[in-house]
């Protein structure tokens, strides 16, 4: 019932949200009149409204060029492979011809792969970058069956193949594990398409390291509670009705509530940019919470086995954790270069958890393992915004130019 009553009052939301995302374009447009301060208040509020809501569509990637250089180029975007719950979706430049294949690894913890990018826009600078573009699981039918930790791995085993060899791999947040994992099946099994690369960017390899708060609700309650609480049954009348989820606003209302007061200052604050012509600053805090308010769900396999082996056993740096059935072994990885970037001020992923892959990939040479911390920057400065252009991505850059 739980997903049935927020989607009840979803709807009726949406239907405020259009009355006022409509009523702010006529204000605006009457804004430039001689009488524009009464107008630009009112227009101003109903831009806050129409923002406040979720939505479950996808946003655009909308990245038609890249400047390279002071250059303009143009890019081309499309699916080069597809299953039942994520499109492989591959940029590149009309120039790209030689450059690295890199795999941009998303995170499937409520938003879409949109939320990179960002990143996407950098890397393309200098790779042709593939993207794990995972569908909503709400528009997913059930007969496309389960989704777990293990389908996701595979997944980035089946994209690596498909990409060839001599591709890089460059994980963000939550998928750290997956592509760790995934990169130590290919090394175990003697795979010829192992990547040449792998970027681990802020990513739970060891969350026993300098727990945050996220990681202290993920062990405050047993796995039990939150398959029985967390989980929600997507109303049937959606294309993916039936399927069992964790649904996204559950997600996206947990990471809210733990900054609340920031996310109401800069309401405030669009308003007040808004009202005072400061046209910059308010279109920056719109963007962004109209791409933060894009949410997916989770199917639920995947997501109980992510807080139960991740976060609360830590079954991969204690060498438990399996992939169908086989142990992984980090160990195994003797071909690929890695590199670990975390932020100073990461408040989800701590320092010292993604670095944790440093010493499970003991089967490297010294040479072979880099590490990157980045000083100022919080969770998401490490993958988008001035620090992640200018200081971050040179140091990615130059870790896949070097694996080549």
Not at 233 to 255: D, E, H, I
Not at 279 to 305: G, Q
Request: proline share 5%.
């Amino acid at each position: 019932m739980m997903y049935d009553s927020y989607q009840a009052l979803a709807d009726v939301g949406d239907a405020v949200r259009l009355l006022a995302f409509n009523a702010e374009r006529i204000l605006t447009t009457w804004a430039s009149g001689p009488f524009a301060s009464p107008f630009q208040r009112m227009a101003a509020y109903y831009e806050v409204v129409a923002l406040a809501g979720f939505t479950h569509e996808r946003p655009a990637f909308d990245v038609p060029s890249v400047e390279v250089r002071g250059e303009t180029i143009p890019v081309e975007e499309e699916v080069v492979l597809s299953t039942d719950f994520c499109d492989l979706r591959r940029f590149r430049k009309t120039s790209s011809a030689g450059e690295p294949k890199v795999l941009l690894v998303a995170p499937m913890s409520g938003h879409f792969a949109t939320l990179l990018r960002g990143t996407l826009k950098t890397m393309l600078r200098d790779h042709e970058v593939y993207v794990t573009d995972w569908i909503n699981p709400r528009i997913i039918p059930l007969d496309a069956g389960p989704f777990a930790l293990d389908d996701y791995t595979q997944h980035l085993i089946d994209f690596v193949r498909h990409m060839g060899p001599d591709s890089h791999i460059v994980a963000v947040c939550q998928p750290a594990v997956s592509a760790l994992a995934a990169t130590a099946a290919m090394a175990q099994e003697g795979a010829n398409h192992q990547p040449a690369s792998l970027t681990l960017m802020a990513g739970p390899i060891d969350t026993r390291i300098s727990p945050t708060k996220v990681n202290d609700l993920a062990n405050e309650k047993p796995i039990e509670w939150f398959r029985d609480k967390m989980i929600g049954t997507v109303p049937a009348r959606l294309k993916g009705g039936g399927r069992r989820v964790y649904p996204g606003f559950l997600q996206l209302s947990a990471f809210m509530s733990m900054n609340a007061e920031r996310h109401a200052k800069s309401f405030v604050d669009l308003f007040k940019h808004r009202i005072a012509g400061d046209f910059e600053k308010a279109d920056a805090i719109h963007e962004f919470y109209k791409e933060y308010f894009a949410i997916m769900d989770l199917s639920a396999d995947f997501y109980l086995e992510t807080v139960e082996q991740v976060f609360q056993k830590n079954l991969l740096p204690l060498g438990k954790m399996k992939f169908k059935g086989k142990t992984i072994e980090p160990r195994a990885i003797k071909k690929t270069f890695l590199l670990t970037v975390e932020g100073e001020k990461d408040d989800i992923c701590a320092i010292g958890q993604t670095l944790a892959a440093q010493d499970l990939c003991g089967g490297l040479r010294p040479y072979m393992k880099t590490h990157h911390m980045q000083a100022g920057v919080g969770h998401y400065g490490v993958f988008n915004g001035r620090r992640w252009d200018n200081q971050i991505y040179p140091v990615v850059r130059n870790h896949i130019q070097s694996s080549r």
